[in-house]
């Protein structure tokens, strides 16, 4: 993933191309509005962090002028003062995915950032994965055509283990993800979570199946090749 910071003040932005390089993410970093729109005409980005404030042009215009990846502007996230309601809404209005208040915790930054990916990346586009089938804007998991009575929960397991086939989900990632900060989790709460959904996509027909990755997490894989956690 690759990602354009657009941030004059020479201390936040080596703070947050630190820290999103860390976490994982390739990361180019420019301070100015100019600088930002000549970035996107020779580089493909899957998103951009944009100051509103720039010492050459309002970023407002950068986000109305930003470059486009297959006909979709780049998902953009707007930093923004805390006092400054009328240009957040104006940001907004043109498109920004999401804006963030200064002064920020670059952690709370780096989940809205993968918030926003995750939107933009074809977010209503069917999943699939041999009979098994996603359609992420009704919700409903099929195999042949025949719905799967899942819960809520294990929709959103399955959805994640499709967009993330063949590779692996990590557990913690999991639980990150699934439950929201106020549940108390446990892994093994995740373990029977997985159980449940394995049961009922084997129930189902589905050729599809969860594998265990010792001490790592999970794989959905087209053939059934699973190998449970002892309970
Ligand atoms: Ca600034």
């Given at each position: 993933?690759?990602l354009?910071?657009?941030?004059?003040?020479?201390?936040?932005?080596?703070?947050?191309?630190?820290?999103?390089?860390?976490?994982g993410?390739?990361?180019?970093?420019?301070?100015?509005?100019?600088?930002?729109?000549?970035?996107?005409?020779?580089?493909?980005?899957?998103?951009?962090?944009l100051?509103?404030?720039?010492?050459?042009?309002?970023?407002?215009?950068?986000?109305?002028q930003?470059?486009?990846?297959?006909?979709?502007?780049?998902?953009?996230?707007?930093?923004?003062?805390?006092?400054?309601?009328?240009?957040?809404?104006?940001?907004l209005?043109?498109?920004?995915?999401?804006?963030?208040?200064?002064?920020?915790?670059?952690?709370?930054?780096?989940?809205?950032?993968?918030a926003?990916?995750?939107?933009?990346?074809?977010?209503?586009?069917?999943?699939?994965?041999?009979?098994?089938?996603?359609?992420?804007?009704?919700?409903?998991?099929?195999?042949?055509?025949?719905?799967?009575?899942l819960s809520?929960?294990?929709?959103?397991?399955?959805?994640?283990m499709?967009?993330?086939?063949?590779r692996?989900?990590?557990?913690?990632?999991?639980?990150?993800?699934?439950?929201?900060?106020?549940?108390?989790?446990?892994?093994?709460?995740?373990?029977?979570?997985?159980?449940?959904?394995?049961?009922?996509?084997?129930?189902?027909g589905?050729?599809?199946?969860?594998?265990?990755?010792?001490?790592?997490?999970?794989?959905?894989?087209?053939?059934?090749?699973?190998?449970?956690?002892?309970?």
């Open positions: 993933m690759k354009l910071v657009v941030e004059d003040h020479p201390n936040l932005r080596s703070l947050l191309v630190d820290h999103l390089r860390h976490r993410f390739a990361v180019d970093a420019v301070d100015t509005g100019q600088r930002a729109l000549a970035a996107q005409c020779v580089t493909r980005y899957d998103a951009m962090i100051d509103l404030g720039l010492p050459d042009m309002d970023g407002q215009r950068v986000l109305e930003r470059g486009a990846d297959r006909d979709r502007p780049i998902p953009c996230i707007i930093l923004t003062a805390r006092d400054a309601v009328e240009s957040r809404i104006a940001s209005d043109a498109g920004a995915d999401d804006y963030v208040l200064k002064p920020f915790d670059v952690r709370e930054l780096e989940a809205r950032i993968r926003v990916l995750r939107r933009a990346s074809n977010s209503s586009v069917t999943l699939s994965c041999g009979n098994l089938v996603f359609e992420p804007r009704a919700r409903q998991a099929s195999v042949d055509g025949k719905a799967l009575d809520r929960r294990e929709t959103m397991l399955l959805e994640e499709l967009r993330t086939s063949p692996i989900v990590v557990k913690e990632y999991l639980e990150e993800h699934l439950y929201a900060d106020s549940e108390s989790v446990t892994l093994n709460a995740i373990e029977a979570l997985v159980s449940r959904l394995r049961r009922k996509l084997a129930n189902g589905a050729r599809a199946g969860i594998q265990t990755v010792r001490g790592i997490g999970y794989r959905l894989l087209p053939g059934r090749d699973e190998t449970d956690d002892p309970a």
